[in-house]
């Protein structure tokens, strides 16, 4: 069945840097865009960053030269390269699919102290 597996989030500091991983199965990964979400406490889920299946690449204003969203087909993965974190890219980060999202998967947690 479809899958979403989302790992690499942990605490850094502000300045610091992560790389996330999101796994995917089920589908024909190569076939679509696939997005980055990030939800924070109270808040509601907003896009990050967006790959078309083609590799162009799409990023809000406030991540634009610190994050970078990349895919590797062959491995079913899609990657978000963080840099720069700030405390408010503190969030649970996740991944889906579009246009046709799936069933989401449990997120990884990012945390920037300052």
């Known amino acids: 069945q479809v899958q979403l597996v989302e790992s690499g989030g942990g605490l850094v500091q502000a300045g610091g840097s992560l790389r996330l991983s999101c796994a995917a199965s089920g589908f024909t990964f190569s076939s679509w865009g696939m997005s980055w979400y990030r939800q924070a406490p109270g808040k509601q889920r907003e896009v990050v960053a967006t790959?078309?299946?083609?590799?162009?690449?799409n990023y809000r204003d406030s991540v634009k030269g610190r994050f970078t969203i990349s895919r590797d087909n062959t491995k079913n993965t899609l990657y978000l390269q963080m840099n720069s974190l700030k405390p408010e890219d503190t969030a649970v980060y996740s991944c889906?699919?579009?246009?046709?999202?799936?069933?989401w998967g449990q997120g990884t947690q990012v945390t920037v102290s300052s």
């Open positions: 889906n699919r579009f246009p046709l999202g799936v069933a």
């Open positions: 790959i078309t299946s083609g590799g162009s690449t």
